[in-house]
């Protein structure tokens, strides 16, 4: 059964860089049938696209978020990553991944989600 | 704001029926059979209940229905309990955008 399993810093300095992974086990990132995305929600606040990106490394990005975000995937350790740059206290949120179904337009697979907090 | 609107709570006693609108555009939810529904209990990540606008994936109750008209989605939860009590999600593909686009949530109480 697949999983996915976020990890990196809890705490990060603001004007710094956030950067967190995501492990894919249990089956291959590199089928032609999902991608693979980014999503964030702050405390008490809905969730929010960051991006997606397929195996073959096409990214897709929230405009709002687009000049200070890259998503990358390392498919020879099934992972894939985001940084977020130049980070405030408005980027505090819990992070997750997820496996879109590209025949459905849904996530049908989701990480536990990491914390990470902005903040000196 | 959220691209699709959702209303901010409903409410309901056990073993009634709700229903959560999501109501969009021509772009997104009017124009697609690509609308889903996704459950969030505190402190949990989103589970997806509905896809493709009325498809339960394996496992999820099939109190959980799924439906659409013009440009807004609704879930529906019959005989509702009190685990049904979570934020909603609904999302849908659009047209103007490589991303799709949410709703901004709907916190169904259990009375």
């Known amino acids: 059964q697949l999983q996915l399993q976020e990890s990196g810093p809890g705490l990060v300095k603001p004007s710094e860089t956030l950067s967190l992974t995501c492990t894919v086990s249990g089956g291959s990132i590199t089928s032609s049938s999902y991608y693979w995305g980014w999503f964030r929600q702050p405390p008490g606040k809905g969730l929010e696209w960051i991006g997606s990106i397929y195996y073959s490394g096409i990214t897709y990005y929230n405009p709002s978020l687009k000049s200070r975000v890259t998503i990358s995937v390392d498919t020879s350790k099934s992972q894939f990553s985001l940084k977020v740059t130049s980070v405030t206290a408005a980027d505090t949120a819990v992070y997750y991944c997820?496996?879109?179904?590209?025949?459905?337009?849904?996530?049908?697979?989701w990480g536990q989600g990491t914390m990470v907090t902005v903040s000196s | 704001q959220s691209a699709l609107t959702q209303p901010a709570s409903v409410s309901g006693s056990p073993g009634q029926s709700i229903t959560i609108s999501c109501t969009g555009t021509?772009?997104?939810?009017?124009?697609?059979?690509?609308v889903s529904w996704y459950q969030q209990h505190p402190g949990k990540a989103p589970k997806l209940m509905i896809y493709e606008v009325s498809n339960r994936p394996s496992g999820v109750p099939d109190r959980f229905s799924g439906s659409k008209s013009d440009n807004t989605a609704s879930l529906t939860i019959s005989g509702l309990q009190a685990e049904d009590e979570a934020d909603y999600y609904c999302?849908?593909?659009?047209?103007?955008?490589?991303?799709?686009?949410f709703g901004g949530g709907t916190k169904l109480t259990v009375l």
């Open positions: 997820a496996r879109l179904v590209s025949t459905w337009y849904a996530f049908d697979i």
């Open positions: 999302s849908s593909y659009t047209s103007t955008s490589a991303l799709g686009v």
């Open positions: 021509s772009s997104d939810v009017g124009g697609y059979n690509y």
